[in-house]
């Protein structure tokens, strides 16, 4: 049997919001499943959200619903969003002081390109919910995040786009939302960036070879 993907240590995540989420892009949403098997997917949108800006949850008040985002980095703070969605971050920085990174899309392999194209999606997938949240992101937990497999180490800064963030009220001049250029899984791109050909998008199963 192949051995699971690696995890991304801490350390990673002990880093301001803004840059761990453009570094996530390439990286794998791994989860175990109940048979052993391993679903994953490359991790293709991200967007960046920090205490000191007002679209962030923790920007008015700490409480019990956001208290995650206040704690130690590399876990995952999960939320419900409009009542009915839920929404799958993970915490960034450092304890104290809430931030943290929206995961906004995944590719996985073998499955509809659009699958998990947006972050209720991307839940509904993998089934992660408020059970999930405050978890570590770790595999003895069953849902980590690992870094980047061979085929995709060549994710450079011109193959990411930086835009605003979408979906929210506040803070929407700061460009804190990153996707991958060749994805044709990404939630929403930026204006008059177009979705790439077929022929043109990067092959996630290609991203099996680093397992």
Known sequence: MTPPPSCLPQAFFARPAEVVAPDLIGCLLVQRQPDGELLW???VETEAYCQSEPACHGHRRRSPSNETLFGEPGRFYVYVSYGIHHCVNVVTGRAEWANGVLLRAVALPGEPERVAAGPA?????????RRHDAQIAAPEQGV??????????QVAPDDRIQTTRIGISDGQALPWRWYLRHSRS??????GDRNPRPAEAWAV?????GF
């Open 121 to 129: 999606l991307l839940a509904r997938r993998f089934g992660l919910d």
């Open 205 to 209: 199963a290609a991203g099996a070879a």
């Open 144 to 153: 980590w995040l690992a870094p980047r497999p061979a085929a995709w180490q």
């Open 41 to 43: 997917g490359v991790i």
């Open 186 to 191: 990404v939630s929403r791109r930026a204006r």
